[in-house]
């Protein structure tokens, strides 16, 4: 609406779901910077400048052109005053003063540390750090501290869980729980979702949604299948989340509201010899050669013949599915921003099972991502443009 007519530069929107940003990232740099300063304001509930820094971030992401000097930036949406200092200082330097002291900061780095732990928070890393930790070690041989189910098997697995997941290793994940949820109903299907929808190379897990074609199949599915993946020894750890959904539920005001379907948090035993080889750098034949492309880590994976990788099952009724779709598509700021213009610019509220629009006191119906895009008036945005 603010589009001015004159300007040659075309007008970025302050809003990711209103621009295409693709994993060609040409800022770099930048990004790389701004997040870990967003990040560190995360820790600290800075809530404020965390918002500032990732829209910054997001921002930088959907130029098709990389920033060379302090004039690319005029006209941009979202660079405040603290981004504009560090982006000169980028420009100038080459580094980041801020982000060289933080790399060095004792309670930075235990952070960043204790919270690779899955099932390790900001809340969590910080009561260990104040009992004076430093590293895993420290914390792993104690016997007075308890830890969760998840967090034991997040040591357990740590370095696996650490190494990120290859698209090979996702594609053999869809594979298995393909079949397994294939057993469990013969109408039902499995969608991958997440980084790897988007069009990444690795990922931290394996994000899939299962939805029956008749609503109603899908009850019981998670736990039936939880079963045949233990009964195969595929099963490593756990979490199920129950539904909590109340029916006709107004979708949250909050922008990083979890959502209410049934789930699952779970670490799965991967066969190296159900993945592709193309990824773990083996010719051919199954004689393992201990290359030197390959890490430490990744061949300790080799020898072990397979590695645990994170998986997040989410149980969607098909009803919902293209809201589920759209919500556990990503990115986080993609998700966010969609949230906030339709709050904002719409009156309407999103969330990963519905649209309501308090404009006519309805809930939108809608079969596709494109359906949903539609209703807010907004031009598709295909997921590999989403990496906002
Ligand atoms: P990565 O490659 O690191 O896994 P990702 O984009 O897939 O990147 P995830 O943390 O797996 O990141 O999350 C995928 C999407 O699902 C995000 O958009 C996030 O908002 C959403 N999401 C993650 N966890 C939940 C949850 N418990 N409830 C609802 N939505 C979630
Ligand atoms: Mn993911
Ligand atoms: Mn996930």
Redesign the pocket.
């Known amino acids: 609406s603010d589009v001015s007519s004159t300007s040659s530069v075309t007008h970025v929107s302050q809003y990711a779901c209103q621009r295409k940003s693709t994993l060609d990232n040409k800022n770099k740099i930048f990004t790389d910077t701004l997040e870990l300063l967003a990040e560190n304001c995360e820790f600290d509930e800075n809530a404020g400048s965390f918002v500032a820094y990732s829209r910054a971030t997001s921002v930088l992401k959907s130029l098709p052109y990389p920033i060379t000097g302090m004039n690319d930036l005029e006209g941009l949406p979202c660079i405040g005053d603290q981004t504009r200092v560090i982006i000169e200082e980028l420009l100038e330097e080459g580094v980041c003063s801020k982000v060289e002291s933080l790399l060095c900061d004792e309670k930075y780095k235990a952070r960043k540390l204790f919270t690779s732990v899955f099932g390790v928070g900001v809340k969590t890393a910080d009561k260990w750090y104040g009992l004076g930790f430093r590293t895993l070690e420290e914390i792993k041989a104690r016997k007075d501290i308890t830890f969760t189910k998840m967090q034991k098997a997040g040591f357990l697995y740590y370095e696996d869980i650490l190494q990120?997941?290859k698209k090979s290793e996702a594609e053999a994940v869809i594979q298995i729980i393909g079949d397994i949820v294939g057993q469990c109903a013969p109408d039902a299907k499995v969608t991958l979702?997440?980084?790897?929808r988007?069009g990444?190379e690795?990922?931290?897990?394996?994000?899939l949604l299962i939805t029956c074609l008749e609503e109603g199949n899908e009850e019981g599915v998670l736990h039936k299948a939880i079963s045949k993946l233990d009964r195969h020894g595929l099963l490593l750890f756990c979490d199920v989340?129950e539904a909590t959904m109340e029916k006709r539920q107004l979708p949250s005001r909050k922008y990083?509201?979890?959502?209410h379907?049934q789930?699952c948090f779970l670490i799965l035993k991967l066969d190296k010899r159900l993945v592709n080889k193309r990824d773990y750098g083996l010719a051919s034949g199954s004689a393992v050669r201990l290359t030197d492309k390959r890490t430490e880590d990744e061949n300790k994976t080799m020898i072990k013949g397979w590695k645990a990788i994170r998986v997040?099952l989410?149980i969607v009724p098909s009803q919902q599915f293209a809201y589920a779709l759209l919500?556990?598509?990503?990115?986080?700021q993609?998700?966010r921003d969609l949230r906030r213009y339709c709050s904002q610019e719409k009156r309407m509220l999103l969330d990963?099972h519905g649209l309501y629009d308090k404009n006519t006191q309805e809930f939108l119906k809608a079969e596709t991502e494109e359906e949903i895009f539609a209703h807010l008036g907004l031009e598709y945005i295909e997921p590999q443009e989403r990496n906002a």
């Open positions: 990120a997941v979702t997440g980084g790897f988007r990444k690795v990922g931290h897990d394996v994000d989340v990083d509201a979890m959502d379907f789930k997040d989410v919500g556990w598509s990503g990115s986080r993609f998700e990963n």
